[in-house]
């Protein structure tokens, strides 16, 4: 555990990039091996779009990293924090910390950008995207990535997370959030099995669905249990998913790294009313 600990502690930025670059390049060959959706799309423009914003979220964490150092020293040197206050063996500081830091850097600001007007400006860039894989993990503008920054530190005060434990969490975040926007066509019985802990790409496909209520489901990043404790989760058949928003279909928007930059400073445009309810 000690060497675990001091690995994560001072987790190397080139281990950081590899399993970034790495978790994307091992789904993207999936994807590609064992597609749910067949590619009918230029593949190459939808791929350099997405790394554009992967791009922008990687300079904009990097831009204010020394804060997240910052207040995870201060935490430790103060024993501040939820898994400070109650002694619990290293193990479960590890298990408890991941899983709060989950709900509150993860599923907590997903919920709100879905519920908040002008945070949902921001955060439907990454749901625009109307051929969801690995790639659309990162797609996000780089002011939601600011939105996220700040619930990730509060996260770190709250639980009281170490150095070490932060960086476990954005490693698993990372690799968790390229893994379930994969465009994979999962066995039944090992999508079955991994969403009882973990969110899958067949759980979190459907809240890339066009329309709501859907859309406001399965807000899970790393961990299932949030959704299934808050009541957000549902299961639906992925082949029947149109991915995209409703009010936002349009590819001269969808398309265009310019377009969706200005998108947070538009008009906000409410979701759609529908005659009929729809039933997936």
Not at 257 to 265: A, G, H, N, Q, S
Request: hydrophobic content about 45%.
């Amino acid at each position: 555990m000690d060497a675990f600990i001091n690995y994560f502690s001072d987790m190397p930025t080139a281990h950081r990039s590899a399993l970034l670059i790495g978790g994307l390049t091992i789904f993207f060959l999936i994807e590609n091996a064992a597609p749910l959706f067949a590619i009918k799309y230029n593949r190459k423009k939808h791929t350099g779009l997405n790394l554009f914003f992967t791009l922008t979220t990687i300079i904009v964490n990097f831009a204010m990293a020394f804060i997240l150092v910052m207040s995870a020293d201060w935490v430790t040197e103060n024993e501040f924090g939820i898994i400070n206050w109650i002694g619990m063996p290293l193990i479960a500081k590890a298990i408890i910390g991941l899983l709060l830091m989950d709900l509150i850097g993860a599923y907590a600001p997903h919920w709100v950008e879905h519920h908040v007007a002008w945070m949902w400006k921001f955060h439907l860039i990454h749901h625009t995207d109307q051929h969801v894989d690995t790639t659309t993990a990162n797609r996000h503008h780089p002011g939601e990535s600011v939105i996220r920054f700040v619930f990730t530190l509060f996260s770190v005060f709250a639980v009281g997370a170490s150095m070490w434990l932060v960086f476990l969490y954005q490693s698993m975040s990372v690799v968790m959030t390229q893994f379930n926007h994969s465009n994979i066509k999962m066995p039944s019985w090992l999508d079955n099995t991994l969403v009882l802990i973990f969110c899958t790409p067949n759980m979190h496909r459907v809240h890339h669905h066009y329309r709501q209520p859907y859309s406001d489901t399965n807000y899970g990043n790393i961990f299932s249990f949030w959704d299934r404790i808050f009541g957000t989760y549902v299961v639906v058949d992925n082949e029947k998913l149109v991915y995209g928003v409703d009010t936002h279909m349009e590819t001269s928007e969808t398309e265009s790294i310019v377009e969706l930059l200005k998108v947070p400073f538009q008009k906000y445009r409410g979701h759609i009313q529908y005659d009929k309810e729809e039933k997936l």
